[in-house]
């Protein structure tokens, strides 16, 4: 199983990102897809997720500027990030969930600068 994102970068606050992650290894329509952000010396924190179904669900701190999509033909899922944020400042991973089984993939660093 493997899971690519890629996207990151560095961005003036307002500015926007579009990250992107790609599965393989795994029957990807079947699958829950989000995203989860680490900030240096913060916990972990979870920002969205799409699930199989195409329901989407986010963090309060991200509602309305973010937007989670997938493309299952191209099996991949997609975080738009509008109206960034220094707070948005993080390593942004994807994961892929299917009942109680997570897989996880390494991330890609997002960059907000004030």
């Known amino acids: 199983v493997q899971l690519q994102a890629s996207g990151g970068g560095l961005v003036q606050a307002g500015g926007s990102l579009r990250l992107s992650c790609v599965g393989s290894?795994?029957?990807?329509?079947?699958?829950?897809m989000g995203w989860y952000r680490q900030a240096p010396g913060k916990e972990r924190e979870w920002v969205a997720m799409?699930?199989?179904?195409?329901?989407?669900n986010y963090a309060d701190s991200v509602k309305g500027r973010f937007t989670i999509s997938r493309d299952n033909a191209k099996s991949t899922v997609y975080l738009q990030m509008n109206s960034l944020k220094p707070d948005d400042t993080a390593v942004y991973s994807c994961y892929a969930a299917l009942r109680d089984v997570v897989h996880w993939g390494k991330g890609t660093q997002v960059t907000v600068s004030s």
């Open positions: 290894g795994i029957h990807f329509s079947l699958h829950d």
């Open positions: 799409v699930t199989a179904g195409d329901s989407t």
